[in-house]
Structure formats: C-alpha cells, structure tokens
C-alpha cells in the first residue's frame, strides 16, 4: 500500500510540474541559468570585516556607527545579555 501511494503522489508531482513548465512557456518566461548579473556584485573586504562598504557605500565609520546604534558597547565590543528560550 505505501508503495501505491509513492507512485501516486510521484506521478501527481510530475503533472503538476508538468503543467508548470507548459504554462512558464504560455507566458515566455525563459531559463537563464538561475542568476542574476549585476554590476556590484562583490563586496569589498576591509580590516576584520568592519571597513566593508555597507549599502550606503560609506565604509569609513562603519563600526562607529554600529557601536553607537548599540544599546551598550564598551571599547570595541557589543554587551548584551543572554536570553533565556521561551
């Protein structure tokens, strides 16, 4: 019995693929290999990560401005507190 439900569900996948595939066709959606090609595509790596651009392309006071949107920080550390899971 558990081998007739596996084929089933096996042949119920295929046609809704199936029909997926014919209807990406229908509306002239093409495969282009699954990526994006974009200009900036890398990221700048700076001294310990912290001098990497950031979305903005300001990169030189990345890390103060991490540490001062921090609710607490001392020397170059972020203090937090430890949770307890719920």
Not at 16 to 40: I, N, T
Not at 58 to 71: C, G, I
């Amino acid at each position: 019995m558990l081998n007739m439900d596996r084929d089933k569900i096996n042949r119920e996948a295929k046609e809704l693929l199936d029909k997926f595939a014919s209807a990406l066709d229908k509306a002239g959606v093409k495969d282009e290999g699954g990526f994006v090609d974009r200009e900036g595509f890398e990221r700048v790596e700076g001294k310990r990560g912290f001098e990497s651009k950031d979305s903005r392309g300001d990169s030189s006071d990345f890390k103060k401005r991490v540490l001062e949107n921090a609710p607490e920080s001392k020397d170059d550390f972020i203090i937090v507190e430890k949770g307890d899971w719920k």
